[in-house]
């Protein structure tokens, strides 16, 4: 379920985005907690073989290996690779969510254009609407868990009362290899120029405007379609994946504290637990996990887009505006400020 | 309400950006003086605590935890997280600015295609612009706290004129638990697909022009709605904010002043409160307060858009543009440069 | 007026951008020097108190704080700041060069469509075009200085001929507080309305084109208006100037020539005028200026867009396209690619 | 063949981006072996070189030149370099995905608007989609190295069944040196306005409508063509490809381990293979395979699109689009939801 | 002449990136070898005063003052101005290109609406095309030196078939000292006007479409004018040029070798000619040389565009669009797919 905290910070008074550090879920914790845990056990399995299991020569020998280590980690230009890459993943991420498609601008159109009061007419009305919302289910099915754990087969759509039974016969009956989601766009063109034909829709303009909609309406899917199919370059992803590993594995030696007798410049004091290499992987791992959770939307993190609620959303409002709505306009009154 | 300073900066003169600082409202000092004022005083506090509570073996062990602090919060990349998280922010900003529906265009068309000076057709014109002022208020209150605070309930839209208790019951009416913001299109609709059988729009042309425009300032209602549903991954925003306080937590202890006579390098001097501290304060958690403020800036910070003005212009300007409008055009002459 | 070098850096020869350096107009030195001037003269009063007021043991303490100011000057992130604020200004610098609204698309429509070459059909086509520039020219009034210098008052529009009195009357005399740039708007498509009606455009298809034009000029007064109203938000300058102030400030202390018998590493020479300290002064204030130059380009600054000659350049070329060039075109004849 | 790794990222879990690392194709390891395998051999070599064949004098030079190099290579930038070089070029790879044109919309236009079941107007409406994909693989041919082998001449295209023999010889007899991807644009105009001339398209609206959609795919190729033939400036390329090979130079040098016993600073261990510098060049060089991959996306590799497939795809689903789909509607039935 | 690679990149294979260095044309070598050479030449001087003509006393002053300058001119933030300013640069290049604009889609309109095989048809729709290319070529005239260049005068257009003696003593006759561009324009609105008065275009929705067409194609001349005479800041380009020269001024006296018997730390080796500072000046200066190329791509660098070759090629293809084209459609048969 999508993380909303915009009405929390509506304004900026005295820490207003210190009271989001205290959420669970969609939190930094809930998704780090478990490799913090790993990274912690890790440095101290090493601390303590380093304190209580080397003996002197290789004591020295470590602590030669963690300043060096330390040295090098430094030179990882963690914070650069992962900025520019969290960049390029977040402007995929919205570029996605403006693919989404919504049916509502063809909700006006049908339910403007397509007329008659009668059961033929509410029938056209409300297939064209299906078709539309089916296209996008379609789609959603390939791209998004969410919505293919919903519905695992096609089976289910015709239950979920999304097609007919047969519909999903001749959508299995055409002879393509290729993703499908197109066909009850061909319908919707179908069922619109018999409309046109039968005078229910009685002038071309709006016909055009209609499958003009229906176009924008296709290219969207596509464009869900093309964002799951083109990834982001694996390379891109695994170069930021190495850096950021890389630099956490070269901390594991490099950040030992090291026995303060030996009087190694910077290593006084011995805390144990490295508490600024805890921090540092807290938000460089986190800002990772940013690029985890945006690089696919449409899975089920926290902070994924609500697949199903938009089904259901659209398929709703679909209906509502093309049936129940159609022709209705509250009895008019003259407004407060007449005259 | 919205802090313009456009005219104070339209020259660059001597120090032009200079003059800003000495503003109040909407200024960095009003947003931080209370943030500010809390890390003095903590910082106050430990160096009291140092100076005059510890004993000397103590002050040793402080002192070292101070150098090793200052040393480690240099590596927290904050400007870097900053600016990528700032720069994200202001493009969302800007975007949701973009997103606010003018009806404008749209009382240009209605005032020019739907003909009639008869009372029935100047109640057709303003009840299709109200229809427009409504969907956008609706939006408003789910987003806007300061629309929110002016019509807590539904019934205050119907006090304050921009919908009839007629159509209150209509709206509530229908059966749907998401957002019905889209209603008052579908009335608009309808009520449009009316005027063209009566004749009041003359062509298709016109019809489907409305349409279209109409559809534009639903999308872009739909995605003032998507920008405040789907916020900015919370770990993103998490992941900011810990670097941003984690850093300032470091510099408490690491930009005390130590004792110069122990000699440690860089602590020749006492100056009691580190001003440079304070200005990597100032403009750290300054910048973070940029973030602060716009990534919801339908709040009633001084910077947010004035939702409340906007509502009252639409209305406005919307009737005006239809009504007292409605073919009117001054007397024509030849204009200075004939011939 | 704006500052055009694109034809001296046509080609990239030897050092072509380094004859840019020698331009006075428009150039950094004539933004700077009086800064610079400020600057060196409290540097060079500080090296004078230094050098000659203090006495030794005041020495010590001023060379320990220079040192100090030296060391956390470098800490502030300055370049870092500049980067991403000027680059978020120049996108909105040129966000609003796009949004200046050009009639010219407009004349190409009511030249063709408008059709007639009676005098009445000249007036009204004449009368759109001025409506157009009006609406124009009402916005630049309320976000140009040059503008309002030139047309303090509306009787100057009157008199400058893009209005005439009776439409200043009736301007006026519409209840409205808002800006009402938009009102000519109105009468632009009432008259065009009426042009419809009375035949001179007779079809419905070019009614909707050229009102369609009309509502893109209109958004695009409309958001040269929103760039204005909306500025950068306050607080983000703020952080900027601080910073860049800041830094120079400590400048001032940490840059001064220490004596270089006292043997502070870095500092073994005299040069009595810090080099490097300027050109940092001339390139990071440079940078600021850039953007203060940019953040509002309507102003009088060498690089300002120059408003007037638009507000010239657009009635002209509208007026010519649709009166003179009426149903112009040359004799034709066989090109001479012909077969 | 893209590398599509959307599904396996759906959910951030532990370590899930992890799990990219342990795959081959399109993987960094792919890409990046042969270049780490040619580096670590050069540095073992100098390694020998300096291990056993210098005499003590020369090895003494050696570590001066090796802290030397060592020194300076950390002065060149190259993660800020290639972090604003790949940005550049990741945003032109998604500009020309966008660019790729599909013939969907088209077949909606030209499925729906072009009436008739007889055979005529079948071949009529399979011809205008055949152009179509004609045009596309024609562009296709001059930029994809794939669809190139697979269309050597184009006779093959004639073979493949893309175009006719007659339509070759008149596309070859057209007097015109530059590309003639654009020729079937124009018989797909002449055939569309025959089409209109007939009454298989039985108005103006729909005939703009084709028209103005073929205008948007030929604009698509055009840019498809304009990206291949407009280059990012080679002086970039080559400035980023300087940068990095020398940095790696340097290392050559730079990163040997010397003698501990000579006790230069940071050199007290030898591990014969310089572990952090191979991460280096890791993901540096991996950086820098990202743009070579990414700079033209119509080669072969592992992640450029899959044009061969694109072809296949869209010829397909345009012949489907207009002929089985045209004027088919399932038996239409009430839906789940009705009343 | 654009330097085109695409093809040379298209698979990353081994160094894919490195043959590109071993190119002359339009690359770093031949845009950077003059300033590397006076850069050089004026290194070594300084070098053969520091070694051979000054005393012991000045050499050790000099000495100090090369450490001096070498400390300081790492804290100018070269990569940094670079990076972001280069980042504009090439934005509005890539802007600029796409603002070019190409006939081809007036052509299909022109070609496809405007009907008739006669002689005064053809004249109609060849003129019509050479109208839309004269005004490309008069915008191209005042932005591009090569342009310029082959038409020093008007007269030179008539001589090249672009207009007609009637056309340039009409066009001059024009009372205006505004650019003219869009007169060719306006006399293809007149035309166009009388062709749908002739019939020749038989539909009002045509018409609106050829005249949209022409104002897409407006527009974008007008950008083009505009990005000529709204140059990138002249301030921003001299800050960019100012850091980049004081950087390697300062690396002049900064990176000389100084005598190692001094014993200065870092100053060991003396190897006359300083490889890596070579190395900084070759992309640092090369990045911008990049700039300087591109900030006016309409000169006659090597990778400029070539806007002689659009010209022609768009003069033909338009002429064989509306002419040879018009209404030819190979003979139609069945394609290999059919049943």
């Given amino acids: 379920m999508t993380v909303t905290y915009s009405r929390r910070v509506a304004n900026a008074g005295l820490g207003s985005f210190f009271h989001l550090l205290l959420r669970w879920r969609g939190s930094i914790y809930k998704l780090l907690y478990r490799e913090l845990l790993i990274f912690t056990m890790l440095y101290c399995g ?43 993943v977040v402007s ?6 403006e693919s989404v498609p919504w049916p509502d601008r063809l909700g006006v159109l049908v339910g403007g254009h397509v007329r008659g009061g009668d059961e033929a007419a509410r029938l056209v009305r409300r297939t064209l609407m299906r078709y539309i919302n089916l296209s996008g289910v379609l789609i959603y099915r ?12 096609m089976e289910h759509l015709v239950q979920a009362g999304l097609m007919t039974a047969e519909e999903l016969r001749q959508l299995e009956a055409l002879p393509s290899t290729h993703s499908k989601f197109w066909v009850p766009c061909m319908w919707f063109v179908s069922l619109t120029m018999r409309a046109r034909t039968e005078g229910r829709i009685n002038n071309d303009v709006a016909l055009t405007a209609i499958l003009n909609e229906l176009n924008s309406l296709r290219s969207q899917c596509m464009k869900l379609y093309s964002y799951d199919w083109i990834s ?12 950021v590993y890389s630099f956490f594995l070269a901390c594991l030696i490099g950040r030992q504290f090291l026995d303060p007798a030996q009087g190694y410049p910077g290593h006084d004091l011995d805390f144990y637990l490295p508490i600024f290499t805890l921090l540092q992987f807290f938000f460089y791992v986190g800002w990772l996990k940013v690029a985890e959770q945006l690089i696919n939307p449409f899975g089920e993190d926290d902070d994924d887009f609500e697949t199903n609620w938009l089904v259901d959303r659209n398929l709703q409002v679909s209906l509502l505006s093309v049936d129940e709505m159609y022709d209705s306009v509250p009895v008019m009154e003259r407004d407060k400020y007449w005259n």
């Fill in 46 to 88: 090493l601390s303590i073989i380093y304190r209580f299991l080397l003996n002197e020569g290789q004591k020295r020998l470590f602590e030669k290996l963690a300043i060096y280590c330390d040295h090098y980690a430094e030179l990882i230009p963690v914070s650069f690779v992962l900025g520019f890459y969290v960049t390029l």
């Fill in 92 to 97: 995929r991420w919205w570029g996605q969510f």
């Fill in 142 to 153: 390939s791209i998004s868990t969410a919505v293919y754990k919903r519905f695992p087969t």
């Fill in 232 to 243: 982001l370059p694996l390379v891109y992803t695994q170069v930021v994946t190495v850096a």
